[in-house]
């Protein structure tokens, strides 16, 4: 399982660059504020928190909290994503500490953050339940983690995509490794999120909730940031 983080390290550094473009297209239009919304269903109102955004890819959510006033972590395993996140932060003036950096095993001291964010990055964790106590260890009593994911390994890829979509742009190699992830990953896993509960239970998580609303509110519109898989949302308190 070692081995299928590098070949998810290697798909991403080939598409950082592309990835990059979207989610700052993202960041300028009209999505930022439905993240926002979702945010603010569970984000506490006391200002600064410190936040840490797992596999924080090109910094997505690092910018649209850290312009909020949030004091920004972010970390991911690929070297080229954590690249163009850096450029960025520079570019837009939002100053992030980002590391390249093992999102199963963060190094931080205990107790670092009030809040842990993170979007699509689990269904790709081949260590989960490691994962998930370990970033309880991160979390201050009371701390609150926000996970956006899917089961990806899971998804339905017999139904036609519309037109326009996130995926569309995707060389047929690029394809064919992502669906070979899912092989990989599949046979280790449970459905989710209902597995989840049980590993942030054993965690030591509680007030464990799911909010199956945010796919349709976040991806409502055929758009180029559309997200066929129905995306969840996972609260835990630490």
Known sequence: MEEIKQRMSDYWTERAPD???????????G?????LAEFDRYLPSKKPLDILDLGTGTGFFCFLLG??????TGIDLTAGMIDEACRTSAELGIPVNFQVMDAE?????PHSFD???TRNLTWGLPHLAEAYANWHTLLRPGGLLI????????EDTSAPLPENHAHKGISSELAQEYENFKNILRPAQQPRPQWDR???????????EVNTGVWKRIYAD????????????????A
């Open 31 to 35: 999505k930022h504020e439905l993240w």
């Open 105 to 109: 095993k963060p190094d931080f001291a």
């Open 147 to 154: 996970n956006f994911d899917a089961d990806y390994c899971r």
């Open 19 to 29: 990835f990059s473009r979207l989610r700052m297209k993202e960041l300028s239009g």
């Open 115 to 117: 809040v842990l964010v």
């Open 222 to 237: 055929f758009d180029e940031f559309y997200n066929p898989t129905p995306i969840f949302t996972l609260t835990a308190t």
């Open 67 to 72: 312009r909020e006033g949030h004091r920004m």
């Open 198 to 208: 049980e590993l942030l239970t054993a965690a030591g998580f509680h007030n464990i």
